[in-house]
């Protein structure tokens, strides 16, 4: 039985990047014993992600709630929190 594997292509980025930054970056990859490639990787993947996640958010309030739907003010949940355990 042959198993196949999801084999992911890399590809060189090229960036400019203040060297402070890269130098601060460089020491947080070493402290998680990690590359600066894998960091800045493991960082856009998370980018990604986040906006496939507001993305699929902003489907589902324009689907169930309306396009007109705003999100409730800090002040609004507090009180309806306070509603709720009082």
Request: charged share 35%.
């Amino acid at each position: 039985m042959s198993t196949k594997r999801k084999v992911a292509l890399k590809k060189k980025l090229t960036l400019s990047v203040d060297s402070s930054v890269i130098e601060a970056a460089k020491l947080v990859a070493e402290s998680q014993g990690e590359s600066l490639s894998v960091l800045v990787e493991n960082f856009l993947r998370k980018l990604s992600f986040q906006q496939e996640k507001t993305d699929w958010l902003d489907r589902f309030h324009a689907k169930y709630l309306g396009s007109d739907y705003k999100e409730p003010s800090d002040d609004k949940i507090a009180k309806l929190r306070d509603e709720m355990y009082s």
